[in-house]
Every structure is written in structure tokens, then in C-alpha cells.
């Protein structure tokens, strides 16, 4: 019997040192509508025809850990009109530790860091986030 990929079994390759994320959303694209109908058409309605596709921005997130500053250190790259652009690989695994699906997403680079929630009262991970814009993906079904 065949089961479909784990949604908690993956790895993602950003250009870092460390590789560990806890949760990875934005995986998504989608293309905008476009409506064009010339006067002299027949039909009242207009056409719709594919335009420009859009990108969701990718938001990485993983336990802080000490000494560990390397999010912050690519967002600190960023100058007027420059950044450091990354490829990152996202990938589902399979039992084997396998790729099943890869994502690959294309000159990325971080427009959000946020910290951690700091609360006396619970019993969690400090958790940071990373949210990164990027020039599109690509989506390899192995």
C-alpha cells in the first residue's frame, strides 16, 4: 500500500550553517487573471487570459539557539537597492530520508525577522521566524 508524504519530515538547504526549521509555509503561486475584450467582439463578456504570475513570500521558522545569529546577520546585508540573494531547497522526505518533493525557490532574501514570544507564564521553544521574498519556484515531484 502506498501513503501519501508526511507533512512533518522535511529539510531545507538556505545557505546557512544550520538547516533545522520547525515549520516552513508560503509555498504557493499563482497567476494573475488578465481580461481583454476588443469593441468589435461578438460576445459581451471578455476574455480572460493568463498574466503575471505572483509568489508568495516563504516563512522559515526554528528554536533559537545561543550563539546561533545568522538570521539576523543576512537581514543586516541588506543596503539601499542591495541584498544578499540566496537559492533555497526545500524538501519533502520520504521514510528513506528521500526527497518526494522539492521545492526550489529562486534568489531569495529576508524582508521580516521576528523574535521570539517572551512569556513567563509558558512552556515553550523560543521560536524566531524568518520571512523571505523571492523570484519564483519551482516544484520537482521525484
Known sequence: MTYPLTAYHFKVEWGGARIGFTEVSGLEQAVQPVLYREGSS???????????????????????????????????????????????????????????????????????????????TRNAVAIELLELAHEGLRVEVL
Open 42 to 120: 461578438a460576445s459581451y463578456a471578455p476574455m480572460v487570459i493568463p498574466g503575471l504570475p505572483g509568489f508568495e513570500n516563504i516563512v522559515l521558522k526554528r528554536g533559537m539557539m545561543a550563539n546561533d545569529n545568522e538570521f539576523f546577520d543576512w537581514i543586516d546585508t541588506i543596503r539601499l537597492n542591495q541584498v544578499e540573494r540566496r537559492d533555497v531547497t526545500i524538501s519533502l522526505l520520504n521514510a528513506e530520508h528521500d526527497p518526494g518533493v522539492v521545492w526550489k525557490v529562486r534568489n531569495a532574501w529576508p524582508v521580516r525577522l521576528q523574535g521570539p514570544l517572551l512569556d513567563a
